[in-house]
């Protein structure tokens, strides 16, 4: 372990452990835009910088890695007002435009311009404009308020492995690009979207579907295959908007294009909401009882006429893991057979 002091504090840490991590460990808050605790430090947007003893310049805390007896302080006048400069430097080149934005209340930049107060008047001077959109079904691409920060590249690289993205150009030109600036066509797992720190990517289907403080959070389970990825439907009146993960969940917030973005049928007029018995060649609408009465009573009549194993029960791979045990339990105390199976058999 390594004891290090932050803020007048004496904190232990493991070894290879950056002094933002070692921050975070122990609840001290340092203000972040580039960095992503699951994917690597590039020290890009210099807002994390701290004061080290010894060290005559401010470091980058997720960047320099923890030492025995490094003495750290996270807050100075000196620092604080590098950062707000930080801040001020980026907005000078952003559209401000909050009023309208998909992500307000959903974005750190507009949270540290606030804590910060920054309104972006300071530095005026030439700003990026990008008229040109992308063609792809699924997520918008505002580049204008894309800060640079790299985390939807690495996202893409690190986690997904695809590389649809990456740095182009240089200077003031620099933006993020698929090759050839083409439309992006990727696999659209949406990871990029997640880890994008401002409004420069979102979900082209929940554009203007309603504000981040009107939303309610609900998890859930995503119903797409066995993997059961943890996902939280964002719901307003009654109708899902739009699906995340949590980054605490055992998927670690990672989402597949259907799990992110296939749930329009939860909301389809469509689905059936009312089990259906065929009487003759009609379905007609049942209550749920009845419906069960109905299906015990054609369970019984085989089981009595040709024994329990005349039955077999095939649940789905897209159900829970405690769906698909209360199934087979079902079959085998209820029923009395071991014929269970699942469509999913490869
Ligand atoms: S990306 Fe953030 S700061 Fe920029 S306009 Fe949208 S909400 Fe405002
Ligand atoms: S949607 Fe997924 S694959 Fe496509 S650019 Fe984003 S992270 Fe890469
Ligand atoms: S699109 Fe978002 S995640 Fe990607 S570099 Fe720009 S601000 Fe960062
Ligand atoms: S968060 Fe450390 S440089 Fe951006």
Known sequence: MIRLTINDREISVPENTTVLEAARMHGI???????HPKLTASGGCRMCIVEITGIPRPMTSCTTPAADGMVVITSTPEIEELRKLVLELIISDHPNDCMTCEATGDCDLQELAYAYGVQGVEYAGEKRFYPERDGNPFIERDLAKCILCGRCVKVCNEVQGVDAIDFGYRGFKSKI?????EDLDCEFCGQCIAVCPTGALRGKQWARKGRYRDIEQVDTICPYCGTGCNITAQVKQNEIIRITSKPGTWNEGWLCVKGRFGYQFVNSPERLTKPLIRRD?????????????????????????????AIGGLSSARCTNEENYLFQKFMRAAVGTNNVDHCARL
């Open 29 to 35: 808050g340092i203000p972040t835009l580039c960095n």
């Open 177 to 181: 690009s698929t090759s050839y600036e």
């Open 281 to 309: 060649v009609q379905f007609e609408a049942v209550t749920w009882d009845e419906a069960v009465a109905y299906a015990a009573g054609k369970l019984q009549a085989i089981r009595k006429k040709h024994g329990a194993d």
